[in-house]
């Protein structure tokens, strides 16, 4: 049970997509059309960089050749970003007497 909940945390980068065919977009984003995941991973092999799923939820799913250490770096950084934004700052009274 407990390999199955590591699995579904792992992102979903290279041969870990697991879709019969996907959207493809290059690192500079440019769309490359619709394949299979065996060559689009080929692709960006080639450019040394990682395929990357950025949504299941599309039909087909989207994907796209970057790094994923940047990828990720720029998660990271938008979530600090919205979690600085979410706090609120309280207006606090200090009572003073003579």
Do not use: W
């Amino acid at each position: 049970m407990a390999l199955i909940k590591q699995n579904r945390d792992l992102p979903t980068i290279n041969e870990r997509i697991r879709f019969p065919k996907i959207r493809v977009i290059d690192s500079d984003g440019a769309q490359l059309g619709i394949m299979v995941p065996r060559d689009a991973l080929r692709m960006a092999e080639e450019k040394e960089l990682d395929l990357v799923l950025v949504s299941d939820k599309a039909d087909p799913p989207v994907c796209r050749i970057m790094d994923y250490g940047k990828f990720k770096f720029e998660q990271e950084k938008k979530a600090r970003e919205a979690r600085k934004k979410q706090h609120t700052s309280d207006v606090k009274e200090v009572k003073m007497r003579y």
